[in-house]
């Protein structure tokens, strides 16, 4: 929706030799090679600024994403035409397509390269509302509905063996903010999703959004997520966010939890500017909920070429403890995002 380091594993730090490494490729990602999360902030779409990437990148990057979007329109109409005989263009479209290259580190933990993928495929043939999802991503954390905040991507942590592959299957909107989901993860490995959204308006410029998801799976058995976000907007252009989520599984009766206070800025031209606290943890039965993982994040963003191609840079500063018995460590993290909307 690798050979990662193991997140037991201790990885050696890195010399500053490995530290300029980074940075030239990270550079090299956005500059020379050339889909989340959403828009922070509702605003009218504005001119991008003056192309930053040369010609041909730039025609490279529309043939891959011409070439994507052919792809996984083909594959709509194909698996839309195994249900009826209903013409795809009565209804059916491609949404939410996105494909992104990223690069991270953390010098607790091994560099890492990564390609994610995702689209929506409404099907008339299916049914008006249903629509076919695929992705390559975190199969753990979009299955359990983890807020996009907490991946493990997100805060530059490699995934843990398995969690990593493609997941595919039908979704169904229903009224009142439910969703249904069922498909299969890699290795054909089954799962199904319920997910129940609502929202408050507590003030002009204060929201309240509860979302409760109940899931399934062969490994976990039954479990759920509860996230709760508190928006407060300080201006058209600025947004303070908490937000908080939980998940337990009825295999481990473990439950893993997580806090991110931010601050995120709409700038123009299509720019973002965010600083994140984040923390997580895991508790038991009340036998402790101190925080394993907690840290600062800035992230910047910015469009490459019109509104579809974006490059995001990440830095960022983590305190790490993987158990009680173990002292408190630090690691600095960076990361590069290439993301391309089709």
Known sequence: MKTPCLHAQQCPPRRPAALAWLLASAGLLLAGVAAAQAPL????????????LPDSAIRVMESTRQRTRDATDWLARRVDSWFGDLPFEQGGKVSEGRLALELFHRSDRQIKLDVRFSAEFKL????????????RDDQRA??????????????????????RGVLAGLGLTLPQGVGLRVGVGAG???????????????????????RETLFWTAADQFGSTTALTYGYT????????????????????????????GVYQVLPR???????????????????????DYGL????????????????????????QPDAQSPRGKAWALGANLKMHF
């Open 234 to 261: 300080l201006s058209p252009t600025l947004v303070l966010r908490w937000l908080n989520a939980a998940t337990i599984t009825q295999q481990t009766q473990n439950f893993e939890w997580s806090s991110g206070l």
């Open 270 to 292: 299509l720019r973002r500017l965010s600083l994140e606290a984040l923390l997580s943890g895991t508790g038991r039965h009340g036998l402790g909920v101190g925080a394993s």
């Open 124 to 135: 008339p043939n299916v049914e008006r509302y249903a629509y076919l999802f695929i992705g």
């Open 41 to 52: 902030l509702a605003q009218k779409p504005e001119t991008a600024e003056p192309e930053l």
């Open 142 to 163: 979009a299955i359990q509905d983890t807020p996009e905040a907490f991946n493990r991507r997100q805060q530059l942590l490699t995934n843990r063996p398995g969690d």
């Open 297 to 320: 994040l800035v992230k910047w963003e910015q469009p490459l070429h019109q509104d579809w191609l974006l490059g995001e840079i990440l830095a960022g500063h983590f305190w790490p």
């Open 188 to 210: 054909l490995k089954p799962y199904a999703q319920a997910r129940y959204n609502k929202a408050w308006t507590l003030a002009p410029d204060q929201q309240l959004d509860f």
